[in-house]
């Protein structure tokens, strides 16, 4: 059964309500299948924002040369992980795609190109909290992926040009997380956090509460505990997609106020 709604009657006119923007830390895919603190509040979540036309989700896991974006009618549910529960790579999420917001955020953004991709689909990034957020998988979804080539201040800037779609319908998420070590994770069973990261955790929220942006990009000015919390930055950098599409004044809040692991952060951010 299609569970999506008839997309040829989705528009994108602008409306006076602006959709809040989401960055979620997204941390083990087994929170999809799990009853957790995390996955019931991506629950509650979706339960209490304004229902979207589309999710326009940029995912920590699509790194690409150039920046490009999921144009396929129907994406598929990739399980880009190893060593995990055969229920959990049997799982699918069978939101469809949407190729006129693939190309509505082409035109939404004339200073950078963006290309279309037919190959990617719905990594675990997008899908393992979207399961929780919206379980009919009823709401279109497309992936913007990661520039592995630009640095931070590219990936802030590409965010602020994404503004406009918050007024058009278009819920904007990105999942990762602010610290995310996976070489220092802690298997233990209630496993303490490492001192680091609640340090480093702590000082990206001060920052973001003082909108401190430019210090945020700059990350790898904050010293060791950056390193430690940051050895490569595609978890950290939807981050800054989300903290550029801040208007003034506009107010911020957190969820999931914890060190996950020993070593990831499951801080979110909801502004607006």
């Known amino acids: ?72 009618e129907q994406p598929r549910t990739i399980h880009d992980f190893g060593g995990f529960p055969r229920e959990l790579f049997e799982y699918q999420y ?29 990594d675990h990034g997008t899908w393992s909290v979207l399961a929780r957020m919206y379980p009919a998988a009823d709401i279109p979804v497309v992936q913007l992926s990661l520039d592995r080539t630009q640095e931070p201040a590219y990936h802030y800037a590409l965010g602020k040009e994404l503004a406009p779609l918050r007024n058009k319908g278009i819920l904007i998420v990105g999942s990762g997380n602010i610290v995310h070590n996976l070489g220092l994770i802690s298997f233990r069973q209630a496993a303490q956090a490492e001192d680091w990261a609640l340090e480093f955790d702590e000082t990206i ?37 989300i903290l550029a599409l801040q208007s003034e004044q506009e ?14 952060s499951m801080r979110s951010v909801r502004i607006g």
Not at 216 to 232: F, M
């Open 1 to 72: 059964m299609n569970l999506n709604p008839d997309k040829a009657a989705l528009t994108f006119e602008e409306t006076a309500t602006k959709l809040p923007v989401l960055f979620v830390g997204h941390g083990s895919p087994m929170n999809t299948l799990e009853d957790n603190t995390y996955s019931r509040s991506w629950a509650e979540l979706g339960q209490s924002l304004p229902r979207p036309k589309a999710i326009l989700c940029i995912s920590a896991h699509w790194e690409t040369k150039g920046t490009q974006v999921t144009a396929m």
């Open 205 to 241: 929220k001060q920052l973001i509460l003082l909108g401190d942006h430019e210090a945020i990009i700059h990350y790898e000015k904050l010293g060791r505990v950056a390193l430690l919390s940051i050895p490569t930055n595609e978890h950290y950098l939807p981050l800054l997609y």
């Open 94 to 122: 069978p939101a469809a795609g949407l190729p006129a917001l693939a190309q509505l955020v082409q035109e939404t953004v004339p200073q950078t190109q963006v290309s279309l991709d037919q190959r990617w689909g719905l």
């Open 251 to 264: 107010q911020v809040s957190f969820f999931n106020e914890k060190i996950d692991l020993g070593s990831l």
